[in-house]
Structure formats: C-alpha cells, structure tokens
C-alpha cells in the first residue's frame, strides 16, 4: 500500500510528541515497546505508515477503493497503539494538512478500525 513516500523521521517525531501526552499506564506500555528497534520498525511499516496513507489519499478514492484498502490494511492495534494514532486521524499537528476536506464518513471508518481491531 506504499502509494507515495512519507518522511519516516517526521513521523517518528509525530509519534514521540504524542507519547508524553499518554495517561502513565498507556505510556509505560508504549515506551517499553518503542525503544525496541524491531517493534519500532514494524509499528511504522505495518500500522502508522498505511495510517497516514490512507488519510493523505483517501479524500480521492472512491467508496469501494477505500472499502478495499482498509480491508487490506490487516494491522492489529493495542489500546495505547491505538491512543497514539488517533490524533493523526483527528487533527493533531502533523497531519493537519492532509486531513482537511476528510469525509467524516471515512474518519468514523478509520477511527472504528484503531477502536475494534484488537490484538
């Protein structure tokens, strides 16, 4: 699903601000993970990569493109996962470019996804 190439280091970032603003427990969690150069890796590459993807091209796709990516899109989120990458959906900073003119309608898909699907 790599449909065009996002600045790994700028999402790094993203994703480190938004771990200080965690509750303790999800921080603790999260922290004991991403310090783990495999688990970091593969969080990017399987979870907040296609995120962003699908939030930067998806006001373009039609109803069964965008259907089709988020079932392709397989990734299984943790709840403090989950806390992480909300923000990139709703207007956090980083992406607030690309989430202008979201149909809400895909927002409330994207959001379901990190909320349902659980590891």
């Known amino acids: 699903m790599k449909l065009f190439s996002f600045p790994i280091a700028t999402?790094?970032?993203?994703?480190?601000?938004r771990i200080m603003t965690l509750s303790p427990e999800h921080k603790e969690w999260f922290m004991a993970r991403w310090q783990q150069?495999?688990?970091?890796?593969?969080f990017l590459d399987n979870k907040a990569l296609p995120l962003?993807?699908?939030v930067s091209k998806c006001k373009t796709m039609t109803d069964e493109d965008f259907d089709q990516v988020m079932a392709e899109w397989d990734a299984k989120f943790y709840e403090a996962e989950a806390q992480v990458l909300r923000p990139m959906v709703q207007g956090d900073g980083l992406l607030q470019l690309?989430?202008?003119?979201?149909?809400?309608?895909?927002?409330?898909?994207?959001?379901n996804k990190l909320d349902n699907d659980r590891v």
Do not use: D, F
């Open 52 to 54: 962003v993807t699908i």
């Open 37 to 42: 150069k495999p688990y970091k890796k593969s």
């Open 98 to 111: 690309m989430q202008k003119s979201l149909p809400e309608a895909r927002v409330l898909a994207i959001l």
């Open 11 to 17: 999402l790094e970032k993203a994703i480190s601000k």
